[in-house]
């Protein structure tokens, strides 16, 4: 059986630079259409993250956010299962260290772009391979809005975030894709 593929899907080209490079970009204003709740939310609070048991219209817009990523970019990619999906419009210490998240079940993490950073405004994403010199060579993005940026939680592949000096708005969805492996 033959899957039909989404206009925007993931081609052979970018799957390859997601698994050399550790990271993809889109382009995708879904959240910016579509999760204005969210997006609210996080011009006033530092994250946005579902409550368990408790479904509410952010949690609603998270969920579609969540079903969205899956039915567009992960139907070449067979059995997944979405970890969690967030948001946020701050770093924290940690996340502006290079680190890995597959520790929390995930091996993929979809990063939407709400706002665009500028290098003078800080706000970037590094991704860098170490399994071939990314030390030497981490890729520093400065995301637009609408970007949406792939990244990978394999083994091997670290990342981090810069200190943005504005409202920095994302949102994320971690998935565990099975045939991705760890």
């Not at 998240?101 to 706000?123: A, C, K, P, R």
């Not at 030497?136 to 970007?147: F, I, L, N, Q, S």
Request: glycine share 8%.
């Amino acid at each position: 059986m033959e899957v039909e593929l989404p206009d925007n899907y993931l081609s052979a080209d970018d799957i390859s630079n997601l698994v050399i490079n550790g990271v993809v970009t889109q382009y995708d204003p879904y959240p910016i259409k579509h999760c204005p709740t969210v997006l609210n939310y996080l011009t006033r609070h530092p994250y946005c993250i579902p409550q368990a048991g408790v479904l509410t219209t952010r949690d609603a817009e998270l969920q579609a956010l969540a079903q969205h990523t899956s039915q567009t970019y992960l139907v070449g990619f067979g059995e997944h299962q979405i970890i969690k999906m967030w948001g946020a419009n701050t770093v924290d210490e940690g996340s502006r260290k290079w680190h890995n998240d597959s520790v929390t079940g995930h091996n993929m993490t979809f990063l939407y772009y709400v706002d665009t950073m500028y290098e003078e405004q800080g706000g970037s994403i590094a991704v860098r391979n170490n399994q071939i010199g990314g030390e030497e060579y981490p890729k520093t993005h400065y995301p637009a809005a609408g970007e949406l940026f792939i990244v990978s939680q394999k083994q091997g592949f670290d990342h981090k975030a810069g200190l943005p000096k504005i409202l920095r708005r994302v949102l994320c969805v971690d998935v565990h894709v099975d045939a991705w492996g760890t």
